[in-house]
């Protein structure tokens, strides 16, 4: 046998390829950047933009860009009954929410997932620049010929002819290989176009002022009986959602005049922004959001997140809140229209606004200030009916706005705004809490509540104006959704000190009393005013929601159960605890009822074992085909939208196979001495001092010279039909090459089917299991080979023991 090189210390190798490891199966693995692979398109990963402009040229191919790749979240419909059972009173889950790391075990992506992306990224070129917490977004940067390869859409100039300006885009979907098709969620970064703008609005004769004008916080918080709450925020934080910054000295000039004192507000830098230094235009947007805050909640703690304003630093910034899991509430006062968003990018914003609803924090979005044709000042324009996203988003609560009259410090009258935004959601559907509304149709509608937004009925807001500070009178959306954030910060004081959970996702409760007979008492019903297409009417409507809040009245309704709940009564009868076995058909009918006559139910359910559906009269059918157990949940509405719901187990254990369980390989550690019944090529079978065995002395030691040389170990063996089957086996790679090119790989196969690949990037100190399926070979003689090809130059090193292909 030639002499080896000795192996380099591994600390700066790459983390092993762990997705293959115990109980990952070999469709997950990562594909070789040089392997020929099918691939899939990711949906909705073309900025709409791209129809409506004007094409110029591929970007130059060394220009650097930044993505983001977000992972899917697991056990969605486990999460979906979870989110609903937290919200709901009366249920077990009730107000006890989940840590970021209760979060993460349960529904984020794995590390495995996280790992398999990351070298995917790697073997492309790409550098992997972090990891969010959550593990929901790899970001990684590399040049656009790169991004390309990667992700098989060119990157071109485009010129937006109505706006007269030039970006970037991917000209067709993002692809990636089919092995990472249950991984990856989407990319976002790939574009340019789409920004995040202020839900701020301004007299037409706004100048600033030396003395405030404008409503000050004795005026809004008596008007909306806020200071009758009986709170301040102590002990609460607020985060403010930012892509600009504020000058600190503004705010204290705020505090001052209305005599108002608390924590001092402080930054908190998302991928490196920080704006503070030399804030840009939308510092009065920052400035204003304090301002309401401070003027409702006075004593609650402000974070203000400030991230790059890109599609991939709002993705970052929804990941960095919910994993900081700092605060109760989040205020968002910018956003962009539906219909020039990527449906991939609030996909996986969306996510993280579902932990967010998990771990029990509250989000109040601005609905926009375009009325019911949020794109009026993008490319979409203003023919198009469109909302605001985040605020569209079913784990927010949409806030519009309103015309507020006053007779001092107390309520006088209330109009709608005619360009608070409102309408329909294309891009959500029809939440399950989202009833007693009069609007048809399966999407969401905005917004939830609202308050004072017109500026001519404006706020008092200190800020920096063209050449220097001054009072200034602020409007929009934008400041009624810090009132409603610092409302709920007087709640979660309120609830924490009476011995109860935080608002957390605040529809469902909002919904519940706006449905209760404590409607009248809880909230201002707004009756007159309209956005371009909906009128404002009795109860719900899509300017106003439900209305603005009577907030003492609102807080003890929601101490109290909710409200008392008025209307339709759908009851579901929950079925005992269900067991069945794979390939077993099953049908079980759910029944309900409804206190109305007249009424037909429609049934839908969450959490159904893979294989099983539900008709809408309520008869679950089907075949089992995995063996899980978890939580059905089985959602009965009638044709007004009232609704009822119960849960049950079900648990699905695996058909018997009839199969001997046996480990089939022979001379699995090389023990022996000798390769028999394996066949290697010369030299593998190996218990030098070179390279230690996982156990005992021996083991397969697959290249290492150092120069062009191929190595295999083989063997054959029959897998009984019926049977499941697993090849398992330790690896160590050790290498002597640099970087995050793939020149030496290991393959491993079942006959011609590629199991696994690995390479020199995947060198690691010491040993790792790695574990792939073979029960699709059941009933087939299977030669296991193992080839290792090592290129000219640098050892790598790869040592295989303790192989096993059980069988059970």
């Not at 706005?401 to 294309?426: D, I, K």
């Not at 023990?671 to 005992?696: Q, R």
């Amino acid at each position: 046998m030639r002499p080896r090189s000795l192996a380099l210390a591994s600390a700066l190798a790459v983390l092993p390829l762990t997705v293959v490891s115990l109980g990952v199966t070999a469709a997950q693995a990562a594909p070789s950047p040089n392997a020929a692979t099918s691939r899939v398109s990711l949906p909705n990963t073309v900025t709409p933009a791209v129809a409506r402009s004007q094409k110029q040229a591929a970007l130059p191919a060394a220009q650097q860009l930044s993505v983001a790749v977000s992972l899917k979240l697991r056990n969605t419909a486990e999460l979906d009954a979870f989110l609903k059972a937290v919200s709901t009173r009366g249920t077990a889950e009730f107000g006890h929410y989940l840590t970021p790391a209760q979060f993460n075990a349960r529904f984020g992506p794995t590390q495995a997932d996280v790992e398999q992306v990351r070298t995917y990224l790697a073997a492309q070129g790409l550098t992997v620049a972090s990891v969010s917490a959550n593990r929901q977004v790899v970001n990684a940067h590399g040049t656009a010929a790169q991004i390309t390869k990667a992700f098989g859409a060119q990157e071109s100039t485009y010129v937006d002819p109505l706006h007269n300006r030039t970006f970037f885009a991917n000209d067709a979907a993002a692809t990636v290989p089919a092995a990472l098709a249950d991984v990856v969620q989407g990319v976002t970064g790939l574009t340019n176009y789409t920004v995040r703008t202020t839900r701020i609005a301004k007299p037409n004769n706004s100048v600033p002022h030396a003395t405030p004008s404008g409503f000050g916080p004795s005026q809004y918080d008596g008007a909306y009986n806020l200071n009758k709450v009986g709170t301040n925020g102590t002990g609460v934080k607020i985060a403010l959602w930012e892509f600009d910054g504020y000058t600190a000295s503004n705010l204290t000039t705020y505090d001052s005049q209305f005599g108002l004192s608390g924590p001092a507000v402080s930054t908190v830098s998302v991928d490196g922004a920080n704006y503070n230094s030399a804030p840009g235009q939308g510092q009065g947007e920052v400035e204003l959001d304090s301002e309401i805050v401070r003027g409702v909640a006075p004593k609650a703690t402000q974070l203000v997140y400030e991230a790059p304003n890109t599609d991939q630093g709002e993705l970052d910034m929804a990941a960095q809140i919910v994993s900081d899991n700092q605060v109760s509430v989040v205020s968002i006062s910018w956003g962009s229209c539906e219909p020039d968003t990527t449906a991939a990018s609030m996909t996986a914003v969306n996510n993280s606004f579902k932990q967010a609803a998990a771990q029990g924090i509250s989000i109040f979005s601005a609905s926009g200030d375009d009325g019911s044709r949020d794109c009026t000042r993008s490319t979409s324009g203003a023919n198009v009916k469109a909302v605001d996203f985040p605020a569209s988003s079913p784990y927010n609560t949409g806030v519009g706005g309103t015309n507020l009259s006053v007779s001092g410090t107390s309520y006088s009258s209330e109009s709608a705004w005619s360009t608070a935004g409102g309408g329909v959601s294309t891009q959500f559907a029809k939440p399950s809490w989202q009833t007693g509304t009069g609007v048809t149709g399966t999407m969401r509608t905005v917004p939830d509540v609202s308050s004072n937004a017109d500026p001519q009925s404006g706020f008092a807001i200190y800020t920096q104006g063209t050449s220097a500070a001054g009072w200034q009178v602020y409007g929009g959306t934008s400041a009624a959704a810090p009132l409603w954030s610092g409302y709920a910060a007087l709640y979660n004081q309120k609830a924490s000190a009476a011995g109860q959970a935080n608002l957390g996702e605040a529809n469902p409760k909002l919904y519940s009393v706006a449905n209760s007979a404590s409607y009248k008492n809880t909230f201002h019903d707004v009756t007159s005013g309209a956005n371009q297409d909906f009128s404002t009417k009795s109860g719900y409507d899509q300017v106003t929601g439900w209305g603005t809040p009577v907030a003492d009245s609102l807080a003890t309704a929601l101490l109290n159960s909710g409200g008392t709940q008025t209307g339709n009564t759908v009851t579901v009868t929950a079925p005992a605890n269900q067991t069945g076995v794979t390939g077993t058909a099953v049908s079980l009918q759910v029944k309900g009822s409804d206190s109305a006559t007249g009424q037909t139910l429609s049934y839908s359910a969450t959490g159904l074992p893979a294989g099983l559906s539900i008709s809408s009269t309520g008869l679950i059918s089907g075949t089992p085909t995995t063996a899980a157990s978890g939580t059905v949940t089985v959602t009965a509405t009638d044709t007004t939208g009232a609704t009822g719901s119960a849960s049950f187990t079900w648990t699905v254990t695996a058909a018997s196979t009839g199969c001997t369980p046996a480990q089939l390989l022979g001379n699995a550690g090389f023990e022996t001495g000798t390769a028999a019944p394996w066949t290697t090529s010369s030299g593998v079978v190996d218990n030098s001092s070179g390279e230690a065995a996982h156990s005992g002395s021996w083991k397969a030691w697959l290249n290492g010279y150092g120069s062009a040389h191929t190595d295999t170990v083989s063997q054959t063996v029959s897998i009984p039909a019926g049977c499941k089957a697993s090849l398992s086996f330790w690896l160590h790679i050790d290498t002597a090459e640099t970087g995050t090119t793939a020149y030496d790989k290991l393959t491993v196969q079942a006959n011609s089917t590629t199991l696994a690949t690995y390479s020199n990037v995947n060198a690691a100190t010491g040993f790792a299991q790695k574990t792939v399926d073979l029960s699709s070979f059941a009933g087939q003689t299977v030669t296991v080979k193992f080839t290792g090809v090592e290129d000219s130059s640098l050892q790598t090193s790869f040592v295989i023991d303790d192989t096993a292909l059980n069988v059970s």
